[in-house]
Nanobody, 122 residues
Framework: QVQLVESGGGLVQPGGSLRLSCVASGIPFSIYVMGWHRQAPGKQRELVAAIPSVTSGGIINYVDSVKGRFTVSRDNAKNTVYLQMNSLKPEDTAVYYC?????????????WGQGTQVTVSS
């Protein structure tokens, strides 16, 4: 059974920091591209950051609005992906979802976590 379990969300003041973690189980973690997505009320879910697998190559990607403030990283030994969020703004408020995806026989396979709420407010 595949599980992605996020943690680290919460309430923080503007300018503050949070670190999200996502622990994966039931998948060969190192071959999955890992990503963080977010969905604010009334808005579509958007990709925040993605980090390639050891086999996929590629580079780390960020949505423009978080570049220079957020950092995604992974620890393949711990099956964990992180999102360090600094200089948080009210517009970063959203439910943040962990995503794992890979391609098998040409088909994309996705797994999602349950989400963790991040609220940036004074």
């Amino acid at each position: 059974q595949v599980q992605l379990v996020e943690s680290g969300g919460g309430l923080v003041q503007p300018g503050g920091s949070l670190r999200l973690s996502c622990v994966a189980s039931g998948i060969p973690f190192s071959i999955y591209v890992m990503g963080w997505h977010r969905q604010a009320p009334g808005k579509q879910r958007e990709l925040v950051a993605a980090i390639p697998s050891v086999t996929s190559g590629g580079i780390i990607n960020y949505v423009d609005s978080v570049k220079g403030r957020f950092t995604v990283s992974r620890d393949n030994a711990k099956n964990t992906v992180y999102l360090q969020m600094n200089s948080l703004k009210p517009e970063d408020t959203a439910v943040y979802y962990c995503n794992a995806h890979t391609y098998h026989s040409g088909n994309r396979r996705d797994y999602w976590g349950q989400g963790t709420q991040v609220t940036v407010s004074s």
